[in-house]
C-alpha cells in the first residue's frame, strides 16, 4: 500500500492556460474522489468516480473541468483556460465502497 | 443541504492541557460524522468517525469524540495534547455513508510547550 499519490505536487500557470493533474489512487480502491481547497477553507467536493464511470458531479464543477478515470485506474483532472479564482489545492482520495477515504497530498495550482 | 459549523478558527493549548474542539452540522437524516487532521504538506487522515450505535467514538492518536443529537453537535477531544497533534483539524458530515463529504472550515490547533 504506497498510498494516494498526485502529481505535480505544485503547478505554477498564466491565466487562460490549460492544466492537467493526475492521481494514482491505491490499487484495487473502486472509489475516486477529486476535492478542491482554498486558503482558510475546508476541502469541497468535485466529482467521483466508481471504477470508469463517473458517478457525480459537483455544481462547483464548471464546463472548464473535466475528470476521466479510463480503465478504472488512474484519474486526471482537467482545467481548460484558467482563471486565477482556479487557483487552489486539488486533493484525490480513494476507498473501496463504503469504507474510509485515503486522499493524496494534493496539487497545489496557483495561476497567475 | 447539509452543512459544518466549525466556531473556532484557531486554539491555542499547553501541552499536557485537555483538547476539546467543537463541530455543529445540520443535516436533515441521521449524519455520517468525521474528524480528519491534517498537517502541513500532508494529506488529511481520519481520526475518526461515527455511524450509528455508541455516541462516544474513539479514534487513533487517543482523540474520541460524542455525537449528541440534541445539540446536532460531534466535538472531538483528547484528555492531553501532545506537541505532535499541533495542526489544521476538519469536521466533516457525509451522506448516505458514501464519502461525498461536506467539510468545515477547519480548526487550527497550536500547542505552546
Known amino acids: 500500500d504506497t498510498g494516494v499519490s498526485q502529481d505535480p505536487r505544485h503547478k505554477i500557470t498564466k491565466r487562460g492556460q490549460n492544466v492537467t493533474f493526475r492521481c494514482d489512487p491505491i490499487?484495487?480502491?473502486?472509489?475516486l474522489y477529486w476535492y478542491r481547497q482554498t486558503l482558510g477553507q475546508g476541502p469541497e467536493f468535485l466529482t467521483y468516480?466508481?471504477?470508469?464511470?463517473?458517478?457525480?458531479k459537483s455544481r462547483l464543477l464548471s464546463d472548464r473541468f473535466s475528470a476521466e478515470r479510463p480503465k478504472g485506474s488512474f484519474s486526471t483532472l482537467e482545467i481548460q483556460r484558467t482563471e486565477q479564482g482556479d487557483s487552489a489545492m486539488y486533493l484525490c482520495?480513494?476507498?473501496?465502497?463504503?469504507?474510509?477515504?485515503?486522499f493524496g497530498s494534493g496539487t497545489q495550482l496557483s495561476v497567475l | 443541504a447539509q452543512s459544518v459549523t466549525q466556531p473556532d478558527i484557531h486554539i491555542t493549548v499547553s501541552e499536557g492541557a485537555s483538547l476539546e474542539l467543537r463541530c455543529n452540522y445540520s443535516?436533515?437524516?441521521?449524519?455520517?460524522l468525521f474528524w480528519y487532521v491534517q498537517s502541513p504538506g500532508q494529506g488529511l487522515q481520519l481520526l475518526l468517525k461515527?455511524?450509528?450505535?455508541?455516541?462516544l467514538v474513539q479514534g487513533i492518536k487517543g482523540f474520541e469524540a460524542e455525537f449528541k443529537r440534541s445539540q446536532s453537535s460531534f466535538n472531538l477531544r483528547k484528555p492531553s495534547v501532545h506537541w505532535s497533534d499541533a495542526a489544521e483539524y476538519f469536521c466533516?458530515?457525509?451522506?448516505?455513508?458514501?464519502?461525498?463529504?461536506?467539510f468545515g472550515t477547519g480548526t487550527q490547533l497550536k500547542v505552546e510547550l
Open positions: 461515527y455511524f450509528s450505535g455508541d455516541t
Open positions: 490499487s484495487e480502491h473502486n472509489r
Open positions: 468516480f466508481q471504477n470508469e464511470a463517473q458517478l457525480e
Open positions: 443535516y436533515g437524516a441521521t449524519p455520517y
Open positions: 466533516a458530515v457525509g451522506a448516505g455513508g458514501g464519502n461525498k463529504l461536506t
Open positions: 482520495a480513494s476507498s473501496y465502497v463504503g469504507e474510509k477515504l485515503f
